[in-house]
């Protein structure tokens, strides 16, 4: 199972590779010649992975189980208290200031606006630092019309096993095309495994 940032470079591979530019020929006119069994391949990558949705999150949480150690020692070296701290002196700063002008001053809105925007600018500043102070990696985007295309190159691949298994005649450049994606994402994947050794 892809973790997030695997999924990420996955991601990354595809949207870098020519071959990813555009639908392949080959490979949507297998799609076509064979409905049957690219419904079957859509059902079997949707019992293993789950939904789109339902995938993403399960990567998540292989990223979070990874990632376990590294929290685990933070936490007992004190780092994490101080992030915790941290934490709330931000929001009470960013809630009592607000506050105190609404209980104070209620007449002049030009007071408050100016103190909404400040208090908008501290927050992307103080979470940045905080992030940053934290020492956590930083949570991969995951956009999901980049993770339908890698899952259906999955889809494809699956479906080229589908087809051989039921000794269906596949050309060698079909084969060839209709694993590329699938290749990319196992090679990704295995470039981010060796990073994190």
């Given at each position: 199972?892809?973790?997030?940032?695997?999924?990420?470079?996955?991601?990354?591979?595809?949207?870098?590779?020519s071959?990813?530019?555009?639908?392949?020929?080959?490979?949507?006119?297998?799609?076509?010649a064979?409905?049957?069994?690219?419904?079957?391949?859509r059902?079997?990558?949707?019992l293993?992975?789950?939904?789109?949705?339902?995938?993403?999150?399960k990567?998540?949480?292989?990223?979070n189980?990874?990632?376990?150690?590294?929290?685990r020692?933070?936490?007992?070296?004190?780092?994490?208290?101080?992030?915790f701290?941290?934490?709330?002196?931000?929001?009470?700063?960013l809630?009592?200031?607000?506050?105190?002008?609404?209980?104070?001053?209620?007449?002049?809105?030009?007071?408050?606006?100016?103190?909404?925007?400040?208090?908008?600018?501290?927050?992307?500043?103080?979470?940045?630092?905080i992030?940053?102070?934290?020492?956590v990696?930083?949570?991969?985007?995951?956009?999901?019309?980049?993770l339908?295309?890698?899952?259906d190159?999955?889809i494809?691949?699956?479906?080229?096993?589908?087809?051989?298994?039921?000794g269906?005649?596949l050309?060698?450049r079909?084969v060839?095309?209709?694993?590329?994606?699938w290749?990319s994402?196992?090679?990704?994947?295995?470039?981010?495994?060796?990073?994190?050794?």
């Amino acid at each position: 199972m892809l973790d997030l940032d695997e999924m990420a470079a996955a991601i990354d591979r595809r949207l870098t590779s020519s071959w990813a530019d555009k639908d392949t020929h080959l490979v949507t006119t297998m799609r076509a010649a064979h409905p049957e069994e690219l419904s079957a391949a859509r059902a079997l990558v949707k019992l293993h992975l789950g939904s789109q949705r339902q995938w993403r999150l399960k990567a998540e949480v292989v990223r979070n189980n990874r990632l376990a150690a590294t929290m685990r020692r933070r936490r007992s070296s004190g780092s994490a208290r101080e992030v915790f701290i941290l934490r709330a002196i931000l929001m009470a700063g960013l809630i009592a200031l607000p506050s105190y002008i609404v209980v104070t001053d209620r007449e002049d809105v030009l007071k408050l606006v100016l103190v909404g925007i400040a208090c908008i600018a501290v927050a992307m500043t103080g979470g940045h630092y905080i992030t940053i102070h934290a020492r956590v990696p930083v949570m991969p985007n995951i956009r999901g019309a980049w993770l339908a295309e890698i899952r259906d190159d999955i889809i494809d691949a699956t479906l080229v096993a589908i087809l051989q298994n039921n000794g269906t005649a596949l050309d060698a450049r079909t084969v060839t095309a209709g694993r590329r994606g699938w290749v990319s994402i196992q090679t990704a994947a295995q470039a981010m495994d060796a990073l994190h050794r």
